[in-house]
């Protein structure tokens, strides 16, 4: 029974990050994983989670591939790898008796550092970003906190169904009462929030280039990008473009002296030969620039394995996956915060925005820079929910620009201010 079972409700779970008004779906899907407690359950679930979770990721080894066959090969070791950290890892807690809310939320605590430096994405409490009011509690409980509260509830329900006749309806009303707590923070969290005005107009460009013309033709990146560049309305502040916007060094000085007419911030691919390593590498920037000067450039610190860097003892990788041949990425070595108009604005790019922000940082504004073209269109709404996420988690306004869509504001209610697939818009902060 469970071979049908078990996958349908793996489904369940999968379905709020993909429609994100069926949040409410996660709080009974992991329900066979307390029914049956077997590991060819957590296995048999897990491959279904994670295999229909990860599926914008198939594009992206389609890209990196060169071809369908060897895509989709790699895409099954990396389910099976996944599966086995968060699913495996959690049925063994099981087994010791580590209650199953509590192991889940552990290994997903543990896989902010593990494997490669840190896996932190797709986290279950994500999902509560998108539930009306119930997410404002994200603020005190982090995402963590959502991932047990959603568990806990699962947990209950479960004891419900299991003893009705003597103690279901108790259980029934725990898990009711459950509820109240997330409420009770967000109700706090709504009263002592304020929405900052800063009075600036910001200019977000999202040029929905194919990853493949990333890929091989720079020189029309370049000059469509720089084309958008100048469709921007005067009346901007700022114009603010996605990760990877512009590639090497001369073009970032060269793309910054043709408007010395507007203040920028983007992202850039710089590539250059490091005399101490005698290798070549590249860096992963985002660059500020005032009427045509850099005044402060920023290098990513947290990188994507086999994406920007290939780890230590897999680069045999590269005879079978060519685009493993390209330069490592060097990962930069502190935070920056750039300084615009007397607003402190902290820059992240890309997967940087999914660790948490647990540290007191004094910025006004996060801007995040990314380039989902590598993933289908849903990872980029995804993305945005990390943004939201993040933004409840903090206080602070974030700002999102995306090269495919769902670019905007994200205030610290988690209200979401933009267009999603404009190429150009203006925001008033």
Sequence with gaps: MYLLTTPIFATLGVLPFYYELLWF?????????????????????GLVFTSLLYMPFLKAFYLTAGGWLLAVLTFAVFVLTFTLLQFGISYLLTRIGVPFPLSYTAVEVLRLFVPFGGFPYEYLGKVLVNAPFLGLSLHYLTVFGGTLFILTVNWLLYKALEQWELKGRRYLLTAFGIFLIPLLLSFIYKLELQIPRYGIKVALVQPFLFQSDKLTNGVFVKLYTTYL????????????????????????????????????????????????KLDLFAQNLAVLTLKGKIEGIYAKRFLVPFGEYTPKGFSFLGRVLPYLNAPDYLAGKRETIFTFRGIKLYPLICNEVYFPLWEKRDFDIGVVLSNDAWFSQIFAKRHLWEVKLRAIETGKVFIFVNNNGFSGAVYPDGTYMGLPFAKIQILEL
């Excluded at 009974?28 to 679930?45: G, Q």
């Excluded at 114009?239 to 850039?268: H, M, R, W």
């Design 229 to 276: 560049v100048w469709q921007t309305p005067k009346s901007a502040d700022l114009v603010v473009l996605p990760e990877t916007s512009i590639s090497s060094e001369g073009g970032i000085y060269n793309f910054a002296k043709a408007f010395k007419d507007k203040n920028l911030l983007f992202g850039a691919l710089w590539v250059f030969y490091d005399f101490s």
């Design 25 to 45: 779906l996660e709080f009974f899907a992991f329900l066979p994983l307390l029914v049956n407690r077997s590991f060819k359950n957590f296995l048999l679930f």
